[in-house]
């Protein structure tokens, strides 16, 4: 089966900073990578679907990019509201449709 | 307004079982692939098992070893996941999540159902 590993598992960052969030497959997916947002207390998210296209509603300063083994996850301008947990998934065919362990990001 | 309630979760020994429900509503529920995705205590989400439209094609996690079972009742708009033989690494908040078709993410979640196994 395929492995989705995110690093760094955790960071802290300042108001306004820009913030970058990896992820790799441990085999190429093409672009059937998406990223989702966990509050604390709250239910997932999708943010992004097909490694860069941003779901409705989701703010532009959250984008994606990548494809095949290597992706990421940027905030452009990181906001107090954007303090929580970032999974992303592989979704491509059939399943598993395995999660990466999460990156919890948190406000310096 | 899409909707996906989930039901069944609580208390149970191990070794014992459990189905938990999932209540679609907003959409058209047999058009859409369903999934069951858990998060254990303080951890990270893991996806647990997937099931077709009709429900003819099932999918689980290899870490559960043949003790989970998904259906779906497309009369009743209802996902299920039947639980047997549980044990205490299977306590987590279990969400159904509906797919938002091939090769689609996870677009709708509900709010989870708490499965707690302990003696």
């Known amino acids: 089966d395929i492995q989705m590993t995110q690093s760094p598992s955790s960071l802290s960052a300042s108001v306004g900073d820009r913030v970058t969030i990896t992820c790799r497959a441990s085999?190429?997916?093409?672009?059937?990578l998406a990223w989702y947002q966990q509050k604390p207390g709250q239910v997932p998210k999708l943010l992004i679907y097909a490694a860069s296209t941003l779901q409705s509603g989701v703010p532009s300063r959250f984008s994606g990019s990548g494809s095949g083994t290597d992706f990421t996850l940027t905030i452009s301008s990181l906001q107090p509201e954007d303090v929580a947990t970032y999974y992303c998934q592989k979704y491509n065919s059939a399943p598993p449709y395995t999660f990466g362990q999460g990156t919890k990001l948190e406000i310096k | 307004e899409v909707q996906l309630v989930e039901s069944g979760g609580g208390l149970v020994q191990p070794g014992g079982s459990l189905r938990l429900s999932c209540a679609a509503s907003?959409?058209?529920?047999?058009?859409?692939?369903m999934s069951w995705v858990r998060q254990a205590p303080g951890k990270g989400l893991e996806w647990v098992s997937a099931?077709?439209?009709?429900?003819?094609?099932?999918y689980y996690a290899d870490s559960l070893k043949g003790r989970f079972t998904i259906s779906r009742d497309n009369s009743k708009n209802t996902l299920y996941l039947q639980m047997n033989s549980l044990r205490a690494e299977d306590t987590a908040l279990y969400y159904c999540?509906?797919?938002?078709?091939?090769?689609?993410?996870?677009?709708?979640w509900g709010q989870g159902t708490l499965v707690t196994v302990s003696s």
């Open positions: 907003g959409f058209t529920f047999s058009s859409y692939a």
């Open positions: 099931i077709s439209e009709s429900g003819g094609s099932t």
């Open positions: 999540a509906k797919k938002d078709g091939y090769n689609k993410p996870f677009d709708c």
């Open positions: 085999q190429g997916i093409s672009n059937y």
